[in-house]
C-alpha cells in the first residue's frame, strides 16, 4: 500500500483545515486507517483512527475538534481539523494498519510521506 497525505499549510488559531490521504496498490476498503504527528524534538504520536468499518478513535488531546473519516470509494481518509491551536503544529502523517491496535506506531505497516501544519498564535 503507498500512502500519499496532503492539506497542510499554515494556519492562524482557531482556523480549519482538512488533510487527506490517497491510498493505492492494495486494498484500502479492509484496513485501518491512522493519523499520527510529530512536532519538532518529539516522539510520534497517535492523533486518530478509523477501522476499516468506520469506527473511529481519537487522542483526548484532539477529541472534539478533531474528525477522522475515509471513503472507500476514493481510497482516501481525511482528517478534518478544527479550532487549531498552536500546539498542534506538526508534520502529520496517515499510516495503515492491519492490527487492531490502533495507537501503536511500530505496529503500522504502512506510512504516507507526512505532511507539515503549522498554527500560528
Same mark, same amino acid.
Given at each position: 500500500v ?10 492562524q488559531?482557531?482556523?480549519?483545515? $482538512? ?17 499520527? @504527528?510529530?512536532? *519538532? ?5 497517535? &492523533? ?6 468506520? !469506527? =473511529? ?7 472534539? $475538534?478533531?474528525?477522522?473519516? $475515509? !471513503? ?13 491551536? *498552536?500546539?498542534? =503544529? ?7 494498519? @492491519?492490527? $487492531?491496535?490502533?495507537?501503536?506506531? *511500530?505496529?503500522? !505497516?504502512?506510512w504516507?510521506?507526512? =505532511?507539515? &501544519?503549522?498554527?500560528?498564535?
Amino acid at each position: 500500500v503507498q500512502l500519499q497525505a496532503s492539506g497542510g499549510g499554515l494556519v492562524q488559531a482557531g482556523g480549519s483545515l $482538512r488533510l487527506s490521504c490517497a491510498a493505492s496498490g492494495g486494498s484500502f476498503s479492509s484496513v485501518n486507517m491512522g493519523w499520527f @504527528r510529530q512536532a *519538532p524534538g518529539k516522539e510520534r504520536e497517535f &492523533v486518530a483512527a478509523v477501522s476499516w468499518s468506520a !469506527d =473511529t478513535y481519537y487522542a483526548d488531546s484532539v477529541k472534539g $475538534r478533531f474528525t477522522i473519516s $475515509r !471513503d472507500n470509494a476514493k481510497n482516501t481518509v481525511y482528517l478534518q481539523m478544527n479550532s487549531l491551536k *498552536p500546539e498542534d =503544529t506538526a508534520v502529520y502523517y496517515c499510516a495503515a494498519v @492491519r492490527s $487492531r491496535d490502533y495507537y501503536s506506531v *511500530p505496529l503500522y !505497516d504502512y506510512w504516507g510521506q507526512g =505532511t507539515l &501544519v503549522t498554527v500560528s498564535s
